[in-house]
């Protein structure tokens, strides 16, 4: 049962990232209404080909500091506090229009672009991913394999499935129930906070 904790984490963690305001779902949104939903899950699929300079320093990270537990612990808490603000800024922004400019097709290089220029994807790998790809790997390899393929499943799942909707996706992110989503998501996400903290002092204290 613990190792489906992290896939757990995973599920919500890519969820949250799926559908809070930001630079790439805006353009999902963009991409899909202008030139038709496939170029709106083309974007939707970007995380896969620019998370992974971060990830690779995850695991160059978890690799070379494995033995250093300290560091961990530091790791732990600053990825807290990232959470804690991830969980304020979904709980403050629900609701919050999302801005559309206009763009040209080219709807995987625009992707590609505007995740790599944003720094929330490295920020989570190495505060968040880090951390908990650590933790994970105490239970067992599977455990890691399972954090990361649920985020990315969610993640991508989410944006596509408000590529689909189009039309209908930016009238939805206004919508009551997808402000009680990101609300409640928030609070998951400082409850996980509370998880990491935790871990990190296990780590200073070992």
Do not use: C
């Amino acid at each position: 049962m613990e190792i489906l904790q992290y896939a757990g984490a995973g599920l919500l963690l890519g969820t949250m990232a799926g559908i809070s305001p930001g630079p790439l779902l805006a353009l999902v949104i963009n991409q899909s209404v202008r030139h038709g939903r496939s170029e709106g899950v083309k974007v939707a699929f970007t995380p896969l080909i620019t998370d992974l300079p971060a990830v690779l320093l995850s695991v160059f990270l978890i690799t070379e500091l494995a033995d250093n537990k300290s560091v961990f612990g530091y790791i732990s808490f600053a990825g807290a506090a990232y959470i804690i603000y991830l969980g304020y800024e979904s709980i403050a922004s629900a609701g919050r229009e999302v801005e559309m400019k206009s763009t040209g097709t080219g709807s995987l290089r625009k992707g590609v672009l505007t995740n790599l220029l944003n720094p929330h994807p490295y920020m989570f790998w190495i505060s968040v991913g880090t951390p908990l790809m650590m933790q994970a790997l105490e239970l067992s390899i599977f455990a890691v394999v399972l954090f990361v393929v649920a985020f990315y499943l969610t993640i991508i799942g989410s944006k596509v499935i408000i590529a689909l909707l189009a039309g209908k996706a930016k009238r939805f992110l206004t919508g009551k129930a997808y402000v009680w989503t990101l609300r409640v998501l928030g609070f998951l996400l400082i409850l996980m906070a509370l998880f990491l903290a935790k871990e990190g002092w296990r780590y200073l204290t070992v």
